[in-house]
Each structure stands twice: as C-alpha cells, then as structure tokens.
C-alpha cells in the first residue's frame, strides 16, 4: 500500500496539497505531534532518492503572492521622547466697577483660569508611537486671564495622550517653575532671613500685573503688598511621584493626571486692605510644569515571527491577518516591523476558539519582525533593533523555510543568535547596575531649565539670567528597559513553504529534533538550561497557498493562556 502510495505520489501532490487543511476545532487541542501524524499519514513523504515532480505554481498575483510593488506601508516607532508642558496660568486682572454715578468704584478684576493638564491613557487599538514622535512638543492650553466684572478666566484645554497597551513612560528632566520658585525663596531665607527674602521676592516686577497704560515708574512708586507664597493646583495631589516610571500594560478605562495645569493669578478685590483700598495690580499666573518623558513599547505584539530573511515571514503575516506588508522573493524586503491583528471572534461575541480565561480573547496580534542574519547579536545585519523588537513579543514563532537547505541548522543557528543577544543583555543590565543611574533625582543640585537644553547624554549646566539664580540642568540617559531573557519565552516553531519539494525530509527532522528538546534529550536550543521547553509546537503551512494556517490561531491562544 505504501509502496503505491509512493509510485502516485508525483501526481498526487499537487492534488493533496491543495485540499483544505483537515483538522477540525476539537483536534486543535491536541498536541501538534498528534496532529503532525495524522498530516503525515494523509501525504505520503517522497523518499529521499525519488525525483518528485514540480509543484504547482500558485496564480502569480494573490494577496498571498502579490507583485513587491502591492503592499501598504505600516510606519511603526517603538521609541520617543516626548516633551509635554501643563498650561500656565492666566492672569489676575485689574478691573473697577465703573456705573452711571459710581465713578470710582471698587475692584472687580477676575482670578485668572488654570491651566490645561496632561493626562495619558492606554488604548487598545493601537500598536506604534509614531503619532506621539512626531509631535516632539505637547502643550495644554494656557489659562485664560481675568476679567472685570469679577470674571473669572477660563480653564486651558486639557491633553490626553493615547498610547497603545504595553508602553512604558519614564521621565528624562522636569521643571517645575513652582518647585524652582519655592527652592529659591528657601535658599534666600537661609541667606538673608525671612523678612529681607519676602521682600525680595514680592519687589519682583514679573510676578505682578498692572492695567494696560501704566506706566513704569507706577511700579517703583506702588506700595506693593506681600506677594502670595507660590501656589500649586490641588489637582497636582494626583500627579504620580517623580521621577515618573509608568507601566501601562493594561488598557486604562480612565485617563492618568501626568501634570496638572498650574493655578492663575490673583484678581485686584484679593489685595483690597486697611491700607489698600483700590489695589491697582493683580498677580500673574504660574508657568506650567515641563516634562520631558520617554515612551517605549515594552510590548510590541502577542506573537513576534523570528526567522532569516525570505523565509516567508511576511507571507505567512499575510495569511494570518489582513495586513498587506510587502513580500519579495529577495533578503530584507522587510525592513521595519509590521504588526497584524488575527481575529478569533465569530462577530457575535463569543470567540471561536474555546478559552479557559473567564474574559476570552477576541484577538492577537502578531508582528513580522526584520530578518535575522549570523552575528546579529554583535549588530550585523539590521542588528540589535530587530532583536530588541523579539524581547517585545510574548510568544516566538521561528519561521523556517522547509525548501531551504538544512531546517534544523535553521533554528539552532537563530537561537544561538538570540541567546548569545541575551547574555550580552545581562551583562549590560550588571553593567548599569554598578555605574549607578538607575535611579537618580531630576533636581541633583540646584535645579533645572529643561528647555535650554539639548545634548541627551552629557550633563550640562547653564546659566540662567532670571532672578532664580544660576540653575544646573543634569540629564542621564535611561537605563534599557528590564525584560525577561527572550529564552524564556514560549516558542513554537512555523515550517513554512511546505509546498515546496523535499520540505517533508526536512519538516521530520525539525519534528524529531523539537522532541528531543521537549523531552530533555537535547539542551535548550539558546543555551539556557533554564529555556522554556514545555510544549514545543511545530506546524507544517503553505502560506503562499494559505493551508495549514489555520491551525496557528488556536495554539497561539494556548500558549498565550498558559503563560
Ligand atoms: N513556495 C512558497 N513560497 C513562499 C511561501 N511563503 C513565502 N514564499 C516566497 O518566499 C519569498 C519571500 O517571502 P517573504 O514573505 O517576503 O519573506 P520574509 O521572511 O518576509 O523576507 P524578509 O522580509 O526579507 O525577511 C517570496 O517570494 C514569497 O513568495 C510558501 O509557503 N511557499
Ligand atoms: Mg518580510
């Protein structure tokens, strides 16, 4: 029987190979190796001397096999630093109520509005930070000044900064003109006392507002009160403590206060006293705080698609999911992560896939990562970006061509690769332990004006002509983020062009060789022994054809609950 089996099998193969992939729902469940028998039994292998007749040539325009010129660019940024600045404060204004025989009445100038806050969310539905780099600069709106009448200013806008699920906010510099103001009021009390810096700091002609017209020399000859202590909102109570380090890795139903918009200035009725009866000055708002924030996506999709180049990662990306990145028959076609979504929901609401989770997922996403080549660890190739874009996936999928030479090699050589990125890792991790800046204050010293400077990496002082006095700036990089070795990952292993001739021969080593690993006869393949071994799947697809790939989704769905 298996003798005649072989004798048809130049003629059955194409016919075999274009069926659909037999395997019903319930039998997802199982193990692959069981799943893998039954594709065995059902294609007869050719033997290894037997010539097997060509395949057939998919249509050569499909959205499976499309011409290199037909795809969509996906722009993707995992990294930026952001500045964003909370609104400052309107201004008090100076105001008198003027009616038909009332000819000097009292003061009636509004309090300045508050200005706008930040605020930040994570959302699902989004997968790069590009939008958020190109801003560079986010302002809130400023508050509105006062107004006669006793009008208060209107609040300034507020922004919300949407971020996808899995970003990380640290904070690179901040200044807050508030913090500057009370730290230089301190340092003049302990210099000069406290009355002689009260009065200091109430003679400062910028802190004060006086009606349009007024000339200068009313500012020498105005008898000045005390001018208010520097004010913060009460919002600011909510503000995360500085310096900010935010984990956002579930979706937020609500929006997190990064910095509150600052408080306006007094009205002229506040300054109304035994002495004073018709204040002719008001207060000016207080400047917003500066952030300068880093964000970077700690998780770039559920499952991240490793493999050397052409192996048919973005084919198999098409496939799966609806995204049109570009396919070419030569090496880094892909140069910059593309991230698919696979739906697993039958648009009723209940997924497809049966869950043990008590919130199933509808969906995963899977990112076709840049190919890898040999030394890529030691950034060859496109290097350590792409290897930094693997740590960020939660689950491997090694895409192997089976049409290529030696499979097995295939994999080893891509683990090696990935565990020697992770050694190097750890050793950096060690590194910045011991050289200390990891954690650090954004005030070392005296302080900071965050928009003077610019070089990221040196520490820079500046001298600033306010009458805050000369302030330092220090400014270290951020240690990188702290990840799991990639080793540690569940992995399953894609055997991809499966159409192709002798991919069988190939496909049982790779089997043969992921058992030996399953069951301890073989070392993890990156050279940790302490490398995820559990269930190591491997599926045989055509992905230019689409068959065998509707398998995938249900044992991705396994392994992300397992975790
Ligand atoms: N026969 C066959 N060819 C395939 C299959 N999958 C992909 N190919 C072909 O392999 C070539 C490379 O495919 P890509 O999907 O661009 O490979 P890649 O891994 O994304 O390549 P890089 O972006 O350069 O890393 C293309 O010519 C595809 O048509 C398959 O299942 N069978
Ligand atoms: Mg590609």
């Known amino acids: 029987m298996a003798q005649q089996q072989i004798t048809l099998l130049p003629f059955l193969y194409p016919f075999l190979l274009c069926r659909p992939w037999p395997y019903s729902a319930k039998q997802l469940a199982l193990k692959p190796a069981i799943v893998l028998r039954r594709w065995q039994g059902s294609i007869s292998s050719p033997s290894r001397n037997e010539a097997v007749s060509a395949p057939e040539v998919a249509p050569s325009t499909s959205r499976l096999n499309p011409p290199p010129w037909d795809y969509s660019r996906f722009i993707f940024q995992d990294k930026c630093t952001v500045t964003v600045v909370a609104g400052s404060g309107g201004h008090g204004c ?4 003027r009616e038909k025989y009332i000819e000097e009445g009292p003061a009636n100038g509004g309090d300045g509005g508050s200005g706008g806050s ?3 969310q994570a959302v699902d539905g989004l997968a790069s930070l590009h939008k958020l780099a190109r801003r560079r600069v986010i302002r809130a709106g ?5 107004q006669g009448k006793s009008q208060g200013g209107k609040r300034g806008d507020d922004i919300l900064i949407q971020v996808p699920v899995g970003t990380v906010v640290r904070e690179v510099g901040r200044f807050d003109p508030v913090e500057e103001d009370e730290r230089w009021l301190r340092s003049l009390m302990s210099e000069m006392g406290k009355q002689e810096a009260l009065n200091i700091a109430s003679s400062r002609r910028h802190r004060w507002v006086f009606p349009p017209g007024a000339q200068p020399s009313e500012f020498l000859q105005t008898a000045l009160p005390r001018l208010p202590p520097p004010r913060r909102p009460s919002l600011s109570a909510l503000e995360p403590e500085a310096p900010i380090h935010l984990d956002l890795s579930e979706p937020m139903s609500q929006p997190l206060l990064l910095a509150a918009g600052a408080v306006g200035g007094y009205g002229n009725p506040r300054f109304i006293s035994r002495s004073i009866g018709r204040p002719r000055f008001a207060t000016r708002g207080e400047g917003g705080m500066t952030l300068e ?3 970077e996506l700690k998780l770039l999709a559920d499952v991240g698609l490793v493999g050397f180049p052409n192996a048919g990662k973005s084919t198999l990306l098409r496939s799966l999911t609806n995204s049109r990145t570009r396919v070419g028959a030569w090496e880094f076609t892909t140069l910059s992560p593309n991230i698919g979504t696979v739906v697993v ?5 209940r997924p497809l896939v049966s869950s043990k989770e008590k919130t199933p997922r509808t969906h995963f996403t899977i990112a076709d990562i840049p190919g890898l080549v040999e030394d890529a660890h030691l950034d060859r190739g496109l290097g350590l970006g792409f290897l930094r874009h693997i740590e960020r996936a939660e689950i491997l999928a090694f895409v192997v061509d089976l049409g290529a030479e030696n499979a097995v090699q295939t994999i080893s050589s891509l683990w090696n690769e990935i565990g020697q990125y992770d050694r190097l890792r750890n050793m950096e ?17 005296s302080g900071a004006r965050l928009h003077d400077c610019q070089d990221t990496n040196k520490e820079s002082s500046i001298a600033n002509s306010s009458d805050t006095g000369k302030m330092h700036y220090k400014r270290r990089p ?11 990952k569940p992995w399953l292993v894609i ?6 001739p002798e991919s069988k021969e190939n496909f049982l080593a790779v089997r043969d060789y992921l058992s030996d690993i399953e069951s301890g006869v073989l070392d993890h393949p990156s050279g940790n022994h302490l490398g995820w071994k559990k269930r190591i799947y491997v599926i045989p697809v055509s992905a230019i054809r689409g068959e065998g790939i509707d398998v995938i989704p249900s044992l991705v769905m396994g392994l992300l609950e397992d975790r």
């Open 94 to 97: 100076v105001s008198f109520l």
């Open 118 to 120: 930040i605020y930040i």
């Open 345 to 349: 929901d039958n648009l009723k609401g």
């Open 293 to 295: 924030l880093e964000f």
């Open 429 to 445: 991790t060690s590194l910045e332990e011991n050289l200390g800046y990891v954690t650090w204050s954004p005030f070392d010293n």
């Open 478 to 488: 951020l240690p990188p983020l702290e990840l799991p070795p990639i080793s540690m």
């Open 142 to 146: 400023r508050g509105k000044n006062g």
């Open 495 to 500: 055997a991809t062009k499966a159409d192709l």
